[in-house]
């Protein structure tokens, strides 16, 4: 027979509690199923197969988009055979829990896959994709031999002519300072120029962009965003108002000692990002999923 319910001493019985049993495949699905989600979705924006096979990459995107609002169409079914047909038998928090979790994970996923894109690996590639330059000698070579130049070394000597420095103002301050041959000559017309971000005031000449100060450094990596360039151009003419100088082709680079190290450091990036993404969408979708749990066994 039944087992006799369990009493006080004073013979009022022990209130008993229902506790919901949680399937343990459930759990497991609800955990890994947005983690996967992001993964697939922001590793696809994020790295070359977003560069070298855009269809793979797009079909992904969208495998996930349909697969998130799949779960949702199965949760707004549930829902409606729990609440309108009477059948509550049917257990909807689940898939609600799923497919906003998935939601999020999606849209993540989206978002820090085309920043990691944009900011890191396309550089990268860009920049893999154009050529070499060892020994550019600013005494007998012009920029538009190099036009194709990704990466370049110049011969020893080489530095910035920081008194003809500039910076251009438009929301950012786009800084410029040529670089010059040996000994200061004086060129025809200065065409390699060194840039940086915010790093100098526009007001006088106080350019300290990259390694400004290696005595070390003579690389330089090329400037491949497009919508800055138009910027730098603008500070080179206003060098060439100030300072009297020419710049018939100006080509922009960011100066350092390592230009090889640094183009790594790109790829480097967009992984690590990639990696902080995953496991911060793991650790938001683990704590979640307790949190669900916990109002799940209250309900």
């Given at each position: 027979?039944n ?24 759990l ?22 977003h ?8 079909l ?11 779960v ?5 079914m549930?829902?409606k ?11 909807s928090?689940w ?17 820090l ?5 944009w ?24 920029s ?5 130049v990704?990466?370049?070394t ?5 530095k ?9 103002k438009?929301?950012?301050?786009y ?27 526009g007001n ?6 990259g390694?400004?100060?290696n ?14 360039r ?7 003419q ?6 009297g ?22 790829r ?11 496991a ?9 999923l ?10």
């Open positions: 027979g087992a006799p319910p369990v009493r006080f001493d004073d013979g009022t019985k022990v209130p008993f509690t229902y506790r919901r049993r949680v399937n343990l495949t459930v497991m699905l609800c955990l890994f199923i947005p983690v996967v989600l992001f993964a697939l979705v922001c590793a696809s924006l994020s790295f070359t197969v560069h070298d096979m855009p269809p793979v990459t797009w992904t995107v969208a495998l996930g988009a349909i697969a998130t609002f799949a949702g169409f199965l949760a707004f549930a829902v055979r729990r609440y309108s047909d009477g059948d509550v038998a049917r257990e928090y898939y609600i829990f799923l497919f906003v979790t998935m939601l999020l994970a999606y849209i993540f996923a989206f978002c896959g085309f920043v990691n894109y900011n890191n690996m396309l550089p990268y590639l860009d920049m893999q994709s154009l050529s070499v330059h060892p020994a550019v000698d600013l005494n007998t070579m012009t538009q031999q190099l036009m194709d990704g990466r370049v110049f011969t020893e000597g080489t910035l002519d920081s008194k003809r420095s500039i910076g251009f438009n929301v950012d301050r800084c410029v300072a040529p670089i010059v041959p040996p000994g200061g000559k004086k060129l025809e017309t200065y065409d390699f120029w060194a840039i940086g971000l915010n790093c100098c005031s006088t000449a106080d350019f300290h962009c390694e400004f100060d005595p070390n450094a003579r690389s330089g990596l090329r400037l491949m965003r497009a919508d800055q138009g910027f730098y151009r603008l500070a080179v206003q060098a060439e108002a100030t300072y100088i020419q710049a018939k082709h100006p080509l922009f680079f960011y100066w350092m000692q390592n230009a090889v190290s640094e183009l790594e450091s790109y480097g990036d967009a992984i690590r990002y990639f990696l902080l993404g995953l911060s969408t793991f650790s938001c979708q683990l704590l979640f307790m949190g669900a749990v916990l109002v799940y066994q209250k309900l």
